[in-house]
């Protein structure tokens, strides 16, 4: 061999080494160096989480009775994954066929460019299941299960959904459930991120996944939603399930057991009901139309707090917004005509108190000292009226109800005969005196009751309100076109006195300051959750034998404790109890017509409600409580409130004592179902209410 | 030293070319083709049609006999027969023009039953071996005619290539051509004419339309971080990365790799059959495959050293060429540091024509090593 091929070929083997060389470079660089970037791209691709939808807990009453449950129901799906492996026009074909063919079983037509939109909805995972139409009939299930081919991609699947065992009964406690929106999801999601952060458990949300909406299905939505399954995949680039790395099965939600008897609480609507159509279409002396656009009665344990009754009338139909609320049914729910039955009146209603307030300001007056020695014990009411002496307000003469006269008048009497102008004085000697008893003596004495705040019940309530001087000048400053006045007056402290002017109240917090005072002045937390529980074994029932390790139960708990000085409590309690059995009583005419076994203290309230310009007819409340002298202290605080229905004696009180009645005597009536309902069984009816005379409030 | 015993003589003849068989090369191809069977086994056992470890199998004991044949029979019959071999693959290549099917916007394949012919590949010896028999000619001037003629022969199948077109082969008989005109003593002034015409031709292919827009993809797609969708080239290179470096050292374990279960490289059976020694094998199992195709070119080089003559020697060195540039492009390109450009792994990746190719060029290489005292 010559020279030069010999130097030529050694060219080749150099530049053979440093090929070769180059490659173990570049695979120590990669598999050495960098190997755990890659690796975690490796595994981002190709590990999948599916996710399962887990049932949610039932909603039981007191007593276990099932008042939301779950049934199972067939939905039609698909998965994008397999659909985006046909072509396109082979795709196009098959939505159009399976929009014709589920045409052909609704009632309602099913528009190939919903589907294709629903399929491509990118907030779902490739290999999810997404929902296309719910409650498929049998014949569709098995028509889908015999052309699979036809239909590649789309599979039936079962899933629980809620139902209500007594229809509209409580849906305003209970709320409803519903598509999650995207607001919600995103809420969710952020949620979901800071527990994944903390290392908390989070029950995932999927999109289209149903969510508390109202009512305790949202309050307790975290207790009651189930854990959702979770399925950890390995696919493959096609996205096809190579193996399965993890499986979680779903869990069922948490059971949550109210305090409410479902039993107490129909009958309670009922009479609502009964005494809202009595009323409609009347009108009082005045001629201001009885239009009760709501009406609520609440029945509490005073010594635990436990709401028995929770009643609010107009209702809803919850089974109606299961499946997300279309736009009439929005609409009817919405409709002012309707008076917006999604409100629970009973803890979200404001309304003036009335003369029911003087349990406050007689409260304030006995802590405060104005009627013990040297200050007189009581007001001689000659004439009716209360006028303020060199007085330059626009108002400087308070009267009675009717311009009754009260004569001498004590804490006892003005309680029982409700004089209004016994509480004017107190009122006024509250102001006269405001820099020994403070601006705000009642305000104060409100508050002790839990008025003008939130009680803290587990579910959406309303704060009411209590006006104070201070907040009235805030209001000015802020806003002087619409608050003109910035001043407290001495007349507004009297109007404070009885219950009237900017004071509003929830029919619970009314209730709740009377179970304060009928226990002795020990103010609980009003409780409409008795126990949250897991059950042991998922696939039976809730009740006693199968509460798993994981309950949550209620205590009471003690929020304020009121203290009462001499005798005035008893002064205060002979008052209450004789607006009901002494002749002179506010109630003695209705106690009288329906009366309750034991000793029973109550009080009426007649409020102003609307103005000059647009007049309203009164708002009639009524409170009771006991049975008193019982060692176990009184059993019931309960309240009724009928906006626009005129004097508290007259339709409130009657109303009270009527729910409460079968309560106390042990015969309540049965709850209906909705299927008795739909046979047209009803409850017992109630006697109609007589609105015909009046008595002075 | 006159031997007196005739019959040992004949025994101790040690220009017989059956004593000079090279079994390192041999080792270093079963090595390399049984590491390939279980190769393209993994990477093909979740595809539908079912793993491909049958027809591999075959190809390996066809392969077997054709490398067979190619040693057994002296290699300046192969080169005397060489003008034929290379009308036939000419033939062919016009052939597959008119009669192949089209696969991944090539008409380079003859379908034919359940198998596909690349004449491409059979032409690369047939090429070798005419180009060796021109330049290996005594009375080569090594000058601008030696230089045309080879040319020439080299450019005929070449341009039937760019027909189809090819890329990858291209460069395959480029390299080869380059490396024997090299080896084969072309003047130096004329080579780096050569080089100088190559560099501009390949600067002005690439800035003209000559070549569709998915070819300069791949010839100029190295590893990115982000791909965009429709670069497939990209994405094919993104994924091997991934899956080679996720291997690590030791590699998942075999039939473990989760980017080759879950068949994340396209074309992971054949031209990125890489991917799946690094991922399951790890860089441990990668060395021991480079050093099995570090081995067959030393021996390769080896031959074309021993050659008898000059023939011999531009066989080996066209072997060679071939082989280091199938495992430079193809293992570079599934790390990223070659463009794509669809050249299978020698010995290992899935494919008759391939391994065939490959089998009856070690032959020739092998024929060449035998017959050194000849």
């Known amino acids: 061999m010559d020279e030069i091929p010999r130097f030529r070929m050694n060219v080749l083997a150099v530049v053979c080494v440093v090929l070769f060389a180059g490659l173990l470079t570049r695979l120590w660089y990669l598999q050495g160096i960098d190997r755990e970037t890659f690796e975690a791209a490796s595994r981002e691709q190709r590990i999948r989480v599916i996710h399962e939808p887990a049932p949610r807990g039932l909603i039981l009453d007191r007593n276990g009775v099932i008042l939301v449950n779950n049934t199972l129901t067939t939905v039609v799906g698909a998965t994008r994954q397999d659909i985006n492996e046909l072509k396109p026009e082979a795709r196009d074909a098959m939505f159009q066929r399976l929009a014709d063919k589920l045409t052909s079983f609704y009632a309602s037509p099913v528009k190939k460019a919903d589907l294709i939109d629903k399929v491509n909805d990118v907030r779902w995972g490739p290999l999810q299941f997404i929902p296309l139409v719910e409650n498929a009939p049998k014949e569709l299930e098995i028509f889908f299960a015999e052309h699979t081919e036809d239909f590649p991609g789309i599979s039936v699947r079962r899933k629980t959904v809620r139902t209500y065992p007594f229809g509209t009964t409580a849906s305003n406690i209970l709320g409803y459930v519903g598509p999650i929106n995207e607001k919600e999801y995103a809420r969710k999601a952020a949620e979901e991120k800071a527990a994944t952060v903390k290392g908390e458990a989070f029950k995932h949300y999927e999109p289209d996944d149903e969510i508390g909406k109202l009512g305790i299905e949202a309050s307790l939505e975290d207790r009651l939603r189930g854990k959702p399954g979770k399925r950890i995949v390995e696919v493959s680039r096609t996205g096809e399930i190579i193996r399965e790395i993890r499986h979680e099965q779903p869990e069922i939600g948490d059971d949550v057991w109210l305090t409410i008897d479902i039993n107490a609480q129909s009958w309670g609507e009922w009479v609502l009901l009964q005494h809202q159509q009595d009323l409609r279409g009347k009108h009082d002396k005045e001629g201001r139309p009885f239009r009760a656009p709501q009406a609520s009665a609440v029945v509490l344990s005073p010594n635990t707090g436990e709401i028995v ?387 002075a409030d | 030293m006159f031997p007196t015993n005739v019959k040992n003589f004949r025994a101790r003849d040690m220009t017989a070319a059956w004593r000079h068989i090279d079994y390192l090369l041999i080792m270093a191809m079963v090595v390399l083709g049984l590491t390939g069977l279980a190769l393209v086994h993994s990477a093909t056992r979740f595809f539908p049609e079912g793993s491909y470890i049958n027809r591999q199998a075959l190809f390996l004991i066809a392969g077997t006999g054709v490398c067979v044949m190619f040693a057994a029979v002296d290699f300046t019959v192969w080169t005397k027969w060489a003008p034929w071999l290379y009308g036939a693959a000419c033939a062919m290549l016009v052939a597959v023009l008119v009669l192949g099917s089209e696969v991944n916007n090539t008409k380079g394949w003859f379908v034919l039953g359940p198998f596909q012919l690349q004449p491409a590949e059979p032409g690369k010896i047939a090429v070798i071996l005419m180009v060796a028999r021109f330049l290996g000619r005594d009375d080569q001037t090594r000058g601008a005619r030696s230089l045309a003629g080879a040319l020439l022969i080299l450019g005929l199948p070449m341009g039937l290539i760019l027909l189809q077109p090819d890329l990858g082969s291209i460069l395959v008989y480029l390299l080869i051509g380059a490396g024997m005109l090299f080896a084969g003593g072309i003047r130096g002034r004329y080579l780096v004419a050569l080089v100088l015409v190559a560099v501009v031709g390949t600067v002005g292919i690439l800035k003209s339309d000559t070549l569709q827009q998915y070819q300069k993809d791949r010839l100029t797609t190295f590893a990115r971080e982000t791909c965009p969708v429709t670069d497939k080239a990209c994405y094919n290179v993104q994924q091997a990365t991934i899956a080679i470096s996720s291997g690590g050292m030791t590699g998942y374990g075999y039939g473990k790799g989760p980017q080759t279960r879950g068949n994340f490289v396209p074309a992971q059976q054949t031209d990125f059959i890489f991917t799946v020694a690094g991922e399951e094998l790890g860089f441990a199992g990668s060395v021991v495959i480079l050093s099995m195709f570090a081995l067959m070119c030393w021996r390769i080089w080896l031959a074309a050293m021993v050659a008898p003559n000059r023939e011999g020697q531009l066989i080996c060195v066209g072997v060679l060429c071939m082989i280091v540039f199938h495992v430079f492009e193809s293992v570079g390109m599934c790390m990223g540091i070659m463009p794509v450009t669809g050249i299978p792994l020698p010995l290992i990746s899935s494919g008759g024509s391939s391994i065939l190719t490959v089998f009856a060029c070690c032959g020739l290489v092998q024929s060449v090593h035998m017959r050194k005292w000849s």
């Not at chain 1, 020994?436 to 003596?441: F, G, I, K, L, R």
């Not at chain 1, 009657?654 to 009536?669: E, H, K, Q, W, Y």
């Open chain 1, 309 to 695: 009754v929770a009643a609010s009338v107009p209702l809803f139909n919850p089974a109606a917004l299961v499946n997300g609320i279309s736009t009439p049914t929005w609409k009817e729910l919405n409709d002012p005509k309707n008076y917006y039955p999604l409100n629970n009146y009973a803890l979200q209603g404001q309304y003036a108190p009335g003369s029911t307030f003087k349990l406050v300001t007689a409260y304030a007056a006995v802590e405060a000292g104005l009627l013990d020695p040297p200050n007189p014990s009581g007001y001689d009411d000659t004439n009716g009226k209360y006028t303020l002496e060199g007085c330059a307000d626009v108002k400087c003469t308070f009267r009675n109800a009717a311009n009754a006269v009260g004569g001498y008048v004590d804490l006892t009497t003005s309680i029982r005969k409700s004089n209004d102008v016994f509480y004017y004085w107190l009122g006024h000697r509250f102001w006269a005196h405001r820099n020994q008893y403070t601006e705000t003596a009642i305000q104060n004495a409100a508050k002790q009751f839990g008025f003008g705040q939130k009680t803290g019940v587990q579910i959406v309530e309303a704060e009411g309100n209590i006006p104070t001087p201070e907040k009235r000048r805030q209001a000015h400053k802020e806003n002087p076109t619409a608050f003109p006045n910035g001043n407290w007056f001495t007349g507004d402290n009297l109007n404070l006195a009885i219950g009237q002017g900017e004071v509003l109240v929830t029919p619970l917090q009314l209730t709740n300051a009377y179970a304060t005072f009928a226990n002795g002045g020990t103010r609980y937390q009003p409780q409409i959750v008795r126990m949250v529980s897991r059950r042991a074994d998922p696939k039976k029932p809730p009740g006693p034998s199968n509460v798993g390790t994981d309950v949550t139960i209620m205590r009471p708990v003690k929020q304020a404790t009121l203290k009462f000085t001499g005798n005035h409590y008893e002064r205060m309690m002979d008052g209450f109890i004789g607006v009901l059995n002494s002749s002179g009583g506010t109630a003695h005419k209705a106690f009288n017509n329906s009366p309750l076994p034991g000793t029973w203290g109550g009080k009426t309230g007649t409020a102003q409600a609307g103005s000059k310009s647009k007049p309203k007819a009164d708002t009639s409340a009524f409170v009771i409580f006991g049975p008193m002298g019982n060692a176990a202290g009184p059993a019931y605080a309960a309240s009724a409130i009928l906006p626009e229905a005129g004097f508290g004696a007259d339709i409130a009180a009657p109303t009270a004592l009527r729910i409460l009645r079968p309560l106390v005597s042990g015969n309540l009536p049965t709850a209906l179902t909705v299927d008795q309902k739909a046979k047209g069984q009803t409850l017992p009816s109630v006697p109609g209410l007589d609105v015909s005379d009046s008595i």
